[in-house]
């Protein structure tokens, strides 16, 4: 018996170490190539004795120079990387510390209305293990599915289960809409289309712009504001897909767009190429309704530490959330434009 014990056990480290490796692998071939494309674009390399230095940092602060990579993203930014988290740090210690696996109801969308007591949402419905359900969670005779969600809306939006950056999501109207497409994609939430404010359809008028907030809990129930970004669609989707999408920070102060953009790889773009001018200048419309709204709703899942908000405001002003992303919600690309962004609660994330 306790010779089975020992082995299970020696099975259980070998899972969670390859698990780890192949993270971590993954996470810094993805930071190494963005730092090639920022280094492209400045013109400078970081050189060997600052990758030195850079490794006996993250050696001493975190424990590993595998947290390496993502600090000489940052450390591109010119502003050296003392505050500053690693992406894959934080995935990997300080998420399982700041959520556990209560920020996992996150990947389940038709819970937003069982979390959350606020109209903000746009959903409308949802199917659940063989049911359709309406809002209110009551099942709906599938002979009434498709009058029940078109009878205000001529488009919806269906998003899966633990679908992110854009994957795993759907788009009907009534021609196009039967029962059996949403059978087979599975469990998901019926959202209705939301017509958006007319300052975003000058970044793209088919797709709806998206506000990431990113909120933190803190000890004493108070909920910071730690970075956000606009993030539009340049292809031709009916919706922002994070692969063709293009990320401009905000000043989570003011709610004014930085003077740069950034491709999924991290490219530069200085100016939109549809309208031919620069980002800077532009403020994103109801600001303060957008935290406010991300703080109210924060503070009713304080157990879930750090939260990034997917909101945008709609035609009559309405500040809508399409998703909260409660279990990963990426903070690399904050570091870099907005960091340290973990300043201000250091205390209370680090072990």
């Known amino acids: 018996m306790l010779h089975r014990e020992r082995y299970l056990s ?10 780890s490796y ?19 674009d400045s013109g400078r390399k970081l050189s060997t004795q600052e990758k030195k230095e850079i490794d006996r940092y993250a050696q001493k602060k975190f424990g590993h120079k595998k947290y390496a990579p993502w600090l000489y993203v940052y450390s591109q930014a010119g502003r050296g990387v003392e505050g ?3 992406e894959n740090y934080y995935f990997e210690v300080l998420l399982p510390k700041l959520k556990g696996f209560y920020g996992q109801a996150a990947r389940y969308k038709p819970l937003n209305k069982k979390f959350f007591r606020s109209d903000a949402f746009p959903d409308i419905g949802s199917y659940i293990n063989g049911l359709f359900l309406n809002s209110e969670f009551s099942i709906i005779p599938l002979e009434e ?4 969600l078109f009878s205000h809306h001529d488009k919806i939006i269906f998003k899966i289960d633990k679908s992110c950056q854009g994957k795993g999501i759907y788009v009907f109207d009534k021609k196009n809409f039967t029962i059996d497409k949403i059978i087979k994609l599975g469990n998901g939430v019926f959202q209705y289309f939301i017509e958006q404010h007319d300052f ?11 506000i990431r907030v990113t909120t933190f809990c803190k000890k004493n129930g108070d909920i910071e504001i730690l970075a956000g970004f606009f993030k539009f669609n340049y292809g031709k989707l009916d919706y922002v897909r994070s692969a063709d999408a293009v990320y401009v920070p905000v000043d989570i102060n003011s709610g004014a767009l930085g003077s740069t953009g950034y491709f999924i790889n991290w490219q530069k773009i200085e100016k939109h190429f549809g309208i031919g001018i620069s980002f800077q200048g532009f403020i994103i419309p109801e600001w ?44 690399g690309f904050h570091e870099f434009t907005s ?13």
């Open 84 to 86: 500053y988290i690693p």
């Open 200 to 210: 975003f359809n000058q970044f793209h008028g088919q797709s709806v712009g998206t």
């Open 22 to 40: 192949l993270f971590n692998f993954r996470s810094n071939k993805q930071a190494l190539g963005i730092l090639k494309e920022l280094e492209h």
């Open 145 to 148: 599915i498709q009058d029940y």
């Open 288 to 331: 303060d309704k957008l935290v406010q709204t991300a703080k109210t709703l924060h503070q009713q899942v304080p157990f879930v530490r750090c939260i990034g908000w997917d909101m945008t405001v709609d035609k009559n002003n309405k500040v809508q959330v399409m998703e909260w992303n409660g279990y990963y919600n990426g903070i």
């Open 339 to 351: 960091g340290p962004i973990f300043e201000k609660v250091a205390d209370e994330i680090m072990p």
């Open 10 to 19: 020696y099975l259980i480290r070998l899972k969670n170490f390859l698990r």
